[in-house]
C-alpha cells in the first residue's frame, strides 16, 4: 500500500516551491477543499484539467441489503456518494507505475493504450 501524504507535508511541499507563507498555503488549501466540497454538495462537477474530477454520483438503493454487525436485512434507499475521475494524463502517468520493471518504452506504449481506451 502506498504512503499516505498529509496535508501539511503538501503545505511544506508547496512552502519550497513559492514564496507565499506556510500560513497562506494553508488558508488557501483550506479554502480550495471547501470551494470542491460546496461544489460537489451543490451537485456540480469539480474539472481540474490534467488532473480529474470531483463530482457526487447517485447510488440506487436496495432493498435486500444487511445489517453488517447485527445480521438483520435493511432497505438503503438512492443515496449520493462522493467520486474523483482521474483525468487522461494523471491516468497515464499511474499507469507508468504499475509498470515498473519494464523499459520506458514499454511504460509509454501502456500509457498511451490506456488514453486509447479513453477516447
Known amino acids: 500500500m502506498a504512503r499516505k501524504v498529509t496535508k501539511a507535508e503538501l503545505i511544506d511541499a508547496l512552502h519550497e516551491r513559492s514564496t507565499l507563507g506556510r500560513k497562506d498555503i ?12 460546496k461544489a460537489i454538495l451543490d451537485e456540480k462537477a469539480v474539472e481540474l ?8 454520483r447517485i447510488r440506487k438503493g436496495r432493498k435486500r441489503a444487511r445489517n453488517p454487525k447485527t445480521g438483520e436485512p435493511v432497505s438503503v434507499s438512492d443515496h449520493g456518494v462522493a467520486v474523483f475521475r482521474p483525468g487522461r494524463e494523471l491516468k497515464q502517468e499511474a499507469w507508468k507505475i504499475g509498470a515498473e520493471g519494464k523499459s520506458g518504452e ?3 506504449t ?4 490506456v488514453a486509447a481506451a479513453d477516447e
Do not use: P
Open 26 to 37: 494553508h488558508v488557501l488549501i483550506d479554502g480550495l477543499f471547501e470551494e470542491i466540497k
Open 49 to 56: 484539467r490534467g488532473f480529474g474530477t470531483f463530482e457526487v
Open 106 to 108: 514499454d511504460a509509454d
Open 110 to 113: 501502456i500509457a498511451d493504450a
